[in-house]
T-cell receptor, first 113, second 114 residues
């Protein structure tokens, strides 16, 4: 079945460091891919998405490129801030998937000043 | 523009009591999702409604859990009787209804069953 695998956390970085959170997927159709972020005590919110191969989603300095050949959607940011500390979820949605998102386990990111 | 509204934000109850969680989706959205989040199991989809009709309830853990959506602007998730293992954060989310659409999450209800 369809699935999403994320790197385990927590990931701890210093402020201004480069961030990569790996996400790979398995899907039978042609998925759309998403990154959601959950700040402490809040619900999840969409960070970025990409709907077809080679698309790049970007928001708030974060980027992720839909790589069909490697079935990946890695999240990157060039210079992280303390305010980026949160849990990041990778997810996929396949057309005709009954409108459900398939979620990764989440990766906790801790940024130290 | 109001987002997804959930109530209560926190609920503490004793084992065996009935618990009702409430959700108001974003106006105009026709899909609604109930999720449960725990440290052990992560984020789990419990049930999904489309146009007020339950489409997939395969994630509902057992008969103690039930969900309704009597109209487009209101949904409830009920647990009766509650057990300590039901302690979790319960999220409601809504979307326009296409599988490619963004899901908008509420702030969650933190349930503690003693």
């Amino acid at each position: 079945g369809d699935s999403v695998t994320q790197m385990e956390g927590p990931v701890t970085l210093s402020e201004e460091a480069f961030l990569t959170i790996n996400c790979t997927y398995t899907a039978t159709g042609y998925p759309s891919l998403f990154w959601y972020v959950q700040y402490p005590g809040e619900g999840l919110q969409l960070l970025l998405k990409a709907t077809k191969a080679d698309d790049k989603g970007s928001n708030k300095g974060f980027e992720a490129t839909y790589r069909k050949e490697t079935t990946s959607f890695h999240l990157e940011k060039g210079s992280v801030q303390v305010s980026d500390s949160a849990v990041y979820f990778c997810a996929l949605s396949v057309r005709d998937s009954n409108y459900q998102l398939i979620w990764g386990a989440g990766t906790k990111l801790i940024i130290k000043p | 523009d109001a987002g997804v509204i959930q109530s209560p934000r926190h609920e503490v109850t004793e084992m065996g009591q009935e618990v009702t969680l409430r959700c108001k989706p974003i106006s105009g959205h026709n899909s609604l999702f109930w999720y449960r989040q725990t440290m052990m199991r992560g984020l789990e989809l419990l049930i999904y409604f489309n146009n007020n009709v339950p489409i997939d309830d395969s994630g509902m853990p057992e008969d103690r859990f039930s969900a309704k959506m009597p109209n487009a602007s209101f949904s409830t998730l009920k647990i009766q009787p509650s057990e300590p293992r039901d302690s979790a954060v319960y999220f409601c989310a809504s979307s326009l209804g296409d599988s490619m659409d963004t899901q908008y999450f509420g702030p969650g209800t933190r349930l503690t069953v003693l």
